[in-house]
């Protein structure tokens, strides 16, 4: 592809379309300073569309040992992008975070780094969720005064998608930071 061709069609022309609608669909984004979290996980390889699979494992796992917590917090950590890579070798972990030692095989231990997030909050269809993304990434961010730091994207699941309807799912997307100095 030539220079010209991809500085209008390639994989960064997504960010554009989210600048130019940032202002029409702006989301709720807050910048928090998070403790570190301890988490149980089982992996998930291929769509993020499918992590509820691993989730449903993790539950049964955690279950199985009785050491799912009474109200467990639900999290997917994402890490890598979906607009740059093949569905198929996309690479996720579900996770709750737990108290006690009770990971080992097939669980994987997952610390949440503490610091600084940009947090934000959406409510929708998880199908619906990569515009957030894009305007999070292509219109908050560069404007910010941040820089996205080296630890994965993670989003925390508020409600049951079992007990809420589509339109009304809540997930907050935690994007790792580090100040601009």
């Known amino acids: 592809m030539s220079p010209s061709v991809y500085r209008e069609k390639g994989s960064h022309a997504v960010f554009r379309v989210a600048n130019s609608t940032g202002d029409k669909r702006a989301f709720s984004v807050s910048v928090e300073d998070l403790p570190p979290l301890r988490c149980a996980g089982i992996d998930h390889k291929g769509s993020y569309m ?6 449903g494992r993790l539950f ?3 279950a199985a040992r009785q050491a799912l917590p009474t109200e467990p917090a639900m999290i997917g950590v994402f890490f890598d992008d979906p607009d740059l890579g093949a569905e198929e070798d996309l ?14 095989m097939p669980l994987v231990e997952t610390m949440l780094r503490g610091g600084l997030y940009a ?13 957030a993304y894009r ?18 994207i993670y989003e925390a699941y508020l409600n049951d998608p079992r007990e809420v309807p589509q339109a009304e799912l809540r997930t907050d997307i935690h994007l790792p930071l580090k100040a601009v100095t």
């Open 135 to 152: 305007w999070l990434l292509g219109a908050w961010l560069p404007a910010s005064g941040y820089e996205p730091d080296e630890a994965p």
């Open 91 to 104: 690479r996720s972990r579900a996770c709750i975070p737990v108290a006690s030692s009770v990971i080992d």
């Open 119 to 131: 947090k934000l909050s959406y409510t929708g269809p998880y199908a619906d969720m990569r515009g």
């Open 60 to 62: 049964t796992e955690l």
């Open 50 to 55: 499918e992590i509820d699979h691993a989730m």
